[in-house]
């Protein structure tokens, strides 16, 4: 069965966009890798625990999309199940047909669409530095994933670390979880006056965001937690019982400036940010743009979201990261400009009604932006130590990129690193050291992390059981 639209995502951009093109009476398949709906920022926990629902502070309209996104008889939901790369122009499909080859959990299958969504969100930022790759070194995301869906803490005693403003909330949670929080090291000052005013746009129609913010902060003040500004982490050791943390001052453009000091956690959360999932739209041909503020490489798109590639559509974080509920205005967007491509009469007063949403998202999605980019030539001289891993997947160590760049000094892409050094050649196939590579290829040359380009993504975008690759030749 060809589906009218198959979407890959079911956060807040996906399920939106999934009602509005299923409400104008079209078919629609979504595919997801949790086990429910609601993405990374409201991931809930399973039913088995005895929750329907999870926590949708500070977000008011959450709750009802995911209901009505759950209990819409034209979306076609598939859980748990992993969007591994998009076919075209097979033998026996129409021209306008996409195929999405899926693994699930009964094995590999293909998903024939008229049209694709492409609303894959983000994952952590990563930050390459001596003893990163160490157990009980995490990101914020998978700290706060572990919280909200399986009601777990990763460990006692933790140091949160980055310069994003969830790690206020991210701490404040691990306070009401119970964990003792060492310290809480920010690369950057806490916003200012003069911010603080620049912030003043932003707070119409987002007053329950920024008083999330102000609950965490007044919680982690009566805890009585340390919070250490313009501190970076530098270098992460294994004791016999616990991680030992050096953690190094800055200035104001996170350089560092040679004080340090130690503390002992048992769990490094660290969240400096995040990077749009491009993966499948890599793979299926979309362009991309340079957006350092907006998490890096995003997928270029028109007013309707539409990409390069023919039929397929984007929302949400691959086209910069927004947050939720930008990405839930972009994703309605983009499902009112697909149902129209598809045939539906789509009202004057509809459309102009989703770009006012569009337009209030993107004022306090700007200053979030203006006020958190991260400093990415900083944060990559802090892997500069010789034997610092920066590709996990293959162990490439610092000292071999900088001896191929050397050595080398015609090479100026992060493509041609890879293939000279394998960096990236992995499973996850360099969503974990593209940025590290690329910024020590700027260093050298003298140019903008942008100019070295990115890496290319090749099926499968993530890794997938060789028996899927059967099943789907089988169909």
Partial sequence: MTQDLAIVGAGPAGMAAALAVAEAGFSVA??????????????????????RHGSYRPYPWARE???????HPGIETHFRSTAFGVLRDREGLASTALELAVSTPTGGHKLTSRRLLLATGAYDMPVAFPGWTLPG???????????????????????????????????????????????????????????????LPAIPGHVS????????????????????????????????????????????????????????????????????????????GCDLSWNSAGGGWTVSHDAGFQSSAPDVFVAGEPTGVAGAERAWAEGHMAGL???????????????????????????????????????????????????TVICRCEEIRNGTIEDALQNNPFMQSASAVKLECRSGMGPCQGRYCEGTVAARIAAIHEASIEASGYFNAHLPVKPVPLQDYRDIGDE
């Fill in 337 to 387: 400009t697909i149902a129209a491509s598809l045939g539906a009469a789509i009202q004057p007063a509809t459309l102009a009604r989703a770009r006012r949403r569009l337009a209030g998202a993107a004022r306090f999605a700007g200053v979030m932006h203006t006020m958190f980019e991260p400093r990415r030539a900083a944060l990559a001289e802090l892997s500069r130590q010789e034997e």
């Fill in 30 to 51: 979504v595919v997801d890798e949790q086990a429910r709906a609601g993405g990374q920022i409201f991931r809930r926990p399973p039913e088995a625990l005895g929750e």
């Fill in 137 to 199: 070194v995490m990101t914020a995301g998978a700290v706060q994933s572990l919280l909200k869906s399986q009601k777990l803490l990763a460990g006692r005693r933790v140091v949160v670390a980055g310069s994003h403003p969830i790690q206020l909330v991210l701490a404040a949670q691990l306070l009401d979880a119970g964990a003792e929080i060492s310290e809480i090291a920010l690369a950057r000052d806490l916003p200012g006056l003069v911010e603080m005013a620049q912030s």
């Fill in 65 to 71: 999309l995911i209901e009505r996104f759950e209990d």
């Fill in 209 to 284: 965001i920024f008083a999330e913010g102000m609950r965490a902060l007044a919680k982690i003040l009566r805890h009585r937690v340390p919070i250490s500004r313009r501190t970076v982490v530098s270098e992460v050791v294994r004791t016999d019982n616990a991680l030992e943390l050096r953690l190094s001052r800055v200035d104001s453009d996170w350089k560092k400036t040679g004080a340090d000091h130690r503390v002992e956690a048992d769990v490094l959360a660290l969240g400096y940010g995040f990077t749009p999932s491009t993966e499948l739209a890599r793979q299926v």
